[in-house]
């Protein structure tokens, strides 16, 4: 599987994850970017995210389905800027990053999120 194809496959996930029977850990297990994800650049992904739009919006939607405590969240700020943080147990907030790009903080987003499924 070539770079761009795991890059594809990976901004798919948002919407070919929900496999009956599967859990989402199982599923980001199934991923090509999972066994990859050292050959895959931040600014690989960032520019993928930049020129397709609609998956920086699957992946916002995707983190929304699954906002709880005890995982990687992102949001935009009443500043227009965009953060990602751990939302912790008693909805506390910790460990946040902060982007002026909304491509740049998805992709911070992704990665942290999917390793945190480990």
Same mark, same amino acid.
């Given at each position: 599987?070539?770079?761009?194809?795991?890059?594809?496959?990976?901004?798919?996930?948002?919407? *070919?994850?929900?496999?009956?029977?599967?859990?989402?850990? #199982?599923?980001?297990?199934?991923?090509? =970017? *999972?066994?990859?994800?050292?050959?895959?650049?931040?600014?690989?992904?960032?520019?993928?995210?930049?020129?397709?739009?609609?998956?920086?919006?699957?992946?916002?939607?995707?983190?929304? #389905?699954?906002?709880?405590?005890?995982?990687?969240?992102?949001?935009?700020?009443?500043?227009?800027?965009?953060?990602? =943080?751990?939302?912790?147990?008693?909805?506390?907030?910790?460990?946040?990053?902060?982007?002026?790009?909304?491509?740049?903080?998805?992709?911070?987003?992704?990665?942290?999120?999917?390793?945190?499924?480990?």
């Amino acid at each position: 599987m070539t770079d761009r194809a795991v890059l594809a496959e990976l901004l798919a996930f948002p919407r *070919t994850f929900k496999e009956p029977g599967v859990s989402l850990k #199982d599923s980001n297990a199934k991923l090509e =970017y *999972t066994r990859r994800k050292h050959e895959v650049t931040q600014e690989q992904l960032i520019a993928a995210l930049e020129e397709r739009p609609s998956a920086v919006d699957d992946w916002i939607h995707y983190c929304e #389905d699954f906002r709880s405590t005890g995982n990687w969240t992102i949001e935009q700020a009443r500043s227009g800027a965009w953060q990602v =943080y751990w939302f912790a147990s008693g909805g506390s907030r910790r460990e946040g990053l902060t982007f002026q790009s909304r491509a740049a903080a998805c992709a911070a987003f992704i990665q942290l999120h999917l390793e945190s499924l480990k």
